[in-house]
């Protein structure tokens, strides 16, 4: 029980040291000194708490009670801060608030708050590791003319796409407004404010706007589950055709909801990511009920890739069903 209490002081020191630059700071200069962050004026209390509770997990090691080196588990835990990110600062309050939101009648209005930016940046660094490269190479041969980006978040794939495609142009689509001010800002500060617009809309009902007209190809990550449950779903499938009169392609990759009991060899991020959506009254679904929603929707799955990181997830390969 030690370790289970200390795990969550760990969970939400790893994002705090993520978000202060602190995780960024090791791994570039291999050590700093335990109360002298550059450039910042930050408590030394919170700051000593903080690398305390990491050096408990082995994330970095003190030494002589002066200086912060990284510990045997930084590369994992640096390669992991997206997840971190996204649960601690991304959702943390669900958790807070979980047992009162589990009274039905107490889900009335905005009855959650999560902050967008965070969990806008968290999947950003989530989908980094396996995610991108997967697009990278289904997109490899693919004449790319225009790509819609559903729930585009920080903006990262549709710069990614557009630098890997030079003549593209793109158009993300995100229904959070600290989303889109994310992603317009990384798109001017990578220079491709002309090739990329962002607005703030609801995928699940767009309409057929100009912008959409010679979108020939869609993305949507880890957004899918949003379009659930079932109904609405296959009601969105069919009316993204309609918003996106000339795609020839749609690409959703997303988790889907595991039905094995948890246990020792749960993955990262699965309990996370069920809990955060179960608290949020959304519906996840399973691999299989994906497909069944692909074929009425109007589309046909030509390939699936599955990827690791994150854990459960799946890419899925789709073109308009009447297409040869
Ligand atoms: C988990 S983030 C993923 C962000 C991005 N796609 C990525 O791969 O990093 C989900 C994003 O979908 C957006 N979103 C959720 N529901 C949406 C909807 N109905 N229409 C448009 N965007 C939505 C959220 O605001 C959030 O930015």
Known sequence: MANLFSSYVAASALSSAYQLGLLDELSEKGEVPLLGHSGQRLDVNVLRTIYRTLHWAQVVE???GELVIPGARFEEAYAARGYFYWLVKGCGELFSIAP??????????????????????????????EVEKLFDKVLADVQVGKVADLGCG???RLIRIVGNHPHAHGVGVDISKAAVQLATESVGEAGLSRQISVLQG??????????FADVDTITCVFMGHDFWPYESCVNTLRELR????AA??????????????????????????????????????????????FTEGGWECRATHPTTTPPNGYLFELVPASAE
Request: charged content about 25%.
């Open 248 to 293: 020839k392609r749609l690409f959703i990759c997303d988790v889907v909801r595991t039905t094995d009991l948890p246990g020792p060899d749960t993955t990262i991020f699965t309990l996370g990511f069920e809990a955060v959506h179960a608290l949020m009254g959304d519906y996840l679904p399973t691999y299989d009920q994906w497909q069944e929603a």
């Open 242 to 245: 309609k918003a996106f009169p």
């Open 202 to 211: 609801n995928a699940l009902a767009l309409e057929a706007l100009p912008e």
């Open 154 to 156: 920080s903006g990262q």
């Open 100 to 129: 009162d939101v589990t009274h039905e009648d107490q889900r009335t209005g905005d009855f959650y708050h999560r902050d967008m930016r965070a969990v806008a940046v968290g999947s950003r660094h989530i989908g980094e590791e």
């Open 62 to 64: 003190i030494k002589d």
